[in-house]
């Protein structure tokens, strides 16, 4: 790349809706070097002859750290041997606030990078009153000042090509002189770390435990220093943003024309005030979700009946067309059954995701947030890990990430702690599967589903699970912080519908990718297991069935099932099953079941390909029956039973709400609390609440 260009700014200010905007589908998510914080890189085309890498950096109010995502963007700014250390940095604002936002450009513009000022969001600016002078505006700070509106593509260009102009030397007059504030302690660091920058020496001063680049030796060193010169941090910062907010009145005095203050929030007060209210306020939220659930059945169903009646086409043609043999039967009751299972859900998935999508891009994601606060911190918990555990909707891994941002340890682990009872998209396929065999496909009132309104209590259930754990926690884990909770509530806006479209094929791609390897791996496996057996079982089994199977005036079809079903119980799998099957029987489960739990601690998704693989293995009457018919048809070989009765159904629904049945959250868990203490304690009592209450339900439904 020509250029490395990071997006520096407040959250709420458009920043990650710029860079979507600037790369496009260029770009990828990773980890910072030795860090498990999201990296977001993408490119962009400046002009004809310039490319650039874009870095989009965490969202924070100034330079000062509160959480480990925030300290991230000094280590970045000011390690030069940094991978991400930019060549230009874009400082991205809300036009509508901008003496707020100006103390992080302030901050950021002392460093010496050069830089671009991107005003964003005129649009909404301008609908409030407020007018910004950009040519006089820039002439104050010598940089380059850019109007735009990220969500509107409005200025895009001209920011690029601006960014393309910018002298890789700063141009930037200095904003605060920093040195009055400590100047011994700040000389000193100058001279021992040799830099010639005043704000840097003092950032390090605030900062350094924090700055990784540093080796322990020159912590020590700095500390040292540090203490010599009576350095107080705290009042040293305070004097910093003192100082910084009155020369950005001066600044900002003649360039910013406010002429709508009176009816500025006029709106969104009038909408929160009904959104947000202790009662209406929650009945809106939990009707907003029983919509949200009846959509993604009502709305799904005829893709779904289409992909399943693909699959099932394509099997019955490959057993119809392809020769007899292995390999026949590991690509279409192997591969192909375990594509099955990925892509039946797809449209599910892409549902949940685009009305997520929806909800944080109006900011209503926001207001909900708010109005849990009060609920959390009655449990133990603050607004913060609401953010966590709605993230949990989608996945736990990168939710229980996002749990640096709360900084009371107590409240950071509980919130871990309690994450993954949220049900995640991977329980979505296994709810919507079982939910399909033991609910009618029949409405309320003519207009709700009932199918919808048990996947909406079975997400309930994984909520009220985490606040009564969390609310345990609280009296268990002892602690004297104090925690507190402070949140900008961002205003109303339309939903970008490409942006919707954007997530929705996003995460739809991550299920099939990141799911589906998972899921196919452990297909072909079971697949194995399910086609082997040990010693002569099979050929004594043939044996036993070979003159049935001569004799043409009988059902050979029937037959060959009872062939098919007795291998399978007397394969790899099937042995196993049957090891298990003891210990889940008073579940209501059978060995098949079984076999299904056991998988899904791999990933929860896996059970769905696990009993598309089981039950094409198992043989049927019609090759094209999808996994929901042979399910359905399924009898318990003991009692002549169905195996999927109502009381099976809850119970296994249970099982999947409570159980840590994910090696990715057990592993993240371990790395985001350096040990195993705490993920051990998680996998047991989650595992105990899913026996339990799945015991507890079938005796008493069956």
Known sequence: MDIKVALVGNPNTGKSTLFNRLTGLNQKIGNFPGITVDKKTGFSRLDSHKEAEIIDLPGTYSLYPKSKDESIVFQVLADKKNSSHPDVIVLVTDSSNLKRNMLLYSQVADLGIPMVLALNMVDVAAKQGIEVNVDRLAEKLGIQVVSISARNNIGIDQLKQAIANTNKIATQNLEVDVNFLAPAAINAIKRHINADNDYYALQVLHQHEHLTFFSDQQQEEIEEIEQSHGFESAKVQAAETIARYKHLSTILSDVVVDKGTAKKFSFSDKLDGILTHKIWGFAIFLLILFIIFNAIFAWSSYPMDLIEST????????????????????????????????????????????FISILEDTGYMARVTFMMDKIMSKVGLNGKSVVPMIGGLACAVPSIMAARNIENWKDRMITIMVTPLISCSARLPVYILIISLIVPQETVFGIFSKQGLALMIMYLVGVVAAVAVAWVMKVIIKTKERSYFIME???????????????????????????GKVIIAISIILWVMASFGPGNRFEKIDQKYATALADTTQNTTHIETLVATEKLENSYVGILGHFIEPAIRPLGYDWKIGIGLITSFAAREAFVGTMATIYSVDGGDEDSATIRERMAASVNNKTGLPVYTFATGISLMLFYAFAMQCMSTVAIVYRETKGWKWPVIQLVYMTAMAYVAALVAYQLLR
């Open 489 to 515: 509530l961002p205003i109303y806006r339309m939903p970008r519908w490409k942006n919707v479209l954007f997530t929705m094929y996003e995460k739809s791609k991550t299920f099939v990718f990141e799911a």
């Open 311 to 354: 699959f099932g086409w394509l099997t019955a043609l490959g057993h119809e067309h392809l020769p007899a043999g292995m390999l026949t039967d590991l690509l279409l009751d192997g591969v192909i059954a375990g594509l099955g299972g990925i892509f039946v859900f797809i449209p599910q998935i892409a549902i949940l995701f685009a």
